[in-house]
T-cell receptor, first 116, second 109 residues
Framework: EAGVVQSPRYKIIEKKQPVAFWCNPI?????LYWYLQNLGQGPELLIR????????DSQLPKDRFSAERLKGVDSTLKIQPAELGDSAVYLC??????????????FGEGSRLTVL | RKEVEQDPGPFNVPEGATVAFNCTYS??????FFWYRQDCRKEPKLLMS???SGNEDGRFTAQLNRASQYISLLIRDSKLSDSATYLC??????????FGTGTRLQVFP
């Protein structure tokens, strides 16, 4: 069975440019998460979806970040415009859903962003 | 203050050693706890859940102390392959997972 797929794996852009990351969760997983991970830190939640609904986006910097999960399957995270401090790894994860949350999230390999 | 705190390490131990990591959490409403493992430049993966009564999985033992609000992970007979970052995770409100900063372990020959 395929795991969580993310693309691109690496992205280098200049500041003020836009960037988008794509995630395809494990088939059947209703819950999808976007996390940000800085070097030497743990993952920090940006947004959580239950199907196509964003149920927790309190940590998403809405002035420059946006996300969508239009059909309740794959998702896109966008940053526009990117700033130097956005350099990090953007991790997508999926799980079977809130009611069956055993604490196991399945993460993708991440998209490593470098902003110059 | 972070909701989940860990000593970042690194912990450098020889093969065969026993090593323990602690993690503290600030929200007493936290319902469940987990340990994740993250290899260098890889994604985090669930290592084990932490139960109130304590639980063991091979060389790994996890303990929860609700009164003191800390979680521990004990690794016995360390292997080179145990070298990784260990992330402590707390579950709030049945659906919100908060990760600690991680504790880095390096096992040397």
């Amino acid at each position: 069975e395929a795991g969580v797929v993310q693309s691109p794996r690496y992205k280098i852009i200049e500041k003020k440019q836009p960037v988008a990351f794509w995630c395809n969760p494990i088939s059947g997983h209703n819950t999808l998460y976007w996390y940000l991970q800085n070097l030497g830190q743990g993952p920090e939640l940006l947004i959580r979806y239950e199907n196509e609904e964003a149920v927790d986006d309190s940590q998403l910097p809405k002035d420059r970040f946006s996300a969508e999960r239009l059909k309740g399957v794959d998702s896109t995270l966008k940053i526009q415009p990117a700033e130097l401090g956005d350099s990090a790894v953007y991790l997508c994860a999926s799980s079977l859903g809130v009611t069956r949350n055993t604490g196991e999230l399945f993460f993708g390999e991440g998209s490593r962003l470098t902003v110059l | 203050r972070k909701e989940v705190e860990q000593d970042p390490g690194p912990f450098n131990v020889p093969e065969g050693a026993t090593v323990a990591f602690n993690c503290t959490y600030s929200n007493s409403a936290s319902q469940s706890f987990f340990w994740y493992r993250q290899d260098c430049r890889k994604e985090p993966k669930l290592l084990m859940s932490v139960y109130s009564s304590g639980n063991e999985d091979g060389r790994f033992t996890a303990q929860l102390n609700r009164a003191s609000q800390y979680i521990s992970l004990l690794i016995r007979d360390s292997k080179l392959s145990d070298s990784a970052t260990y992330l402590c995770v707390a579950l709030y409100n049945t659906d919100k997972l908060i990760f600690g900063t991680g504790t880095r372990l390096q096992v040397f020959p």
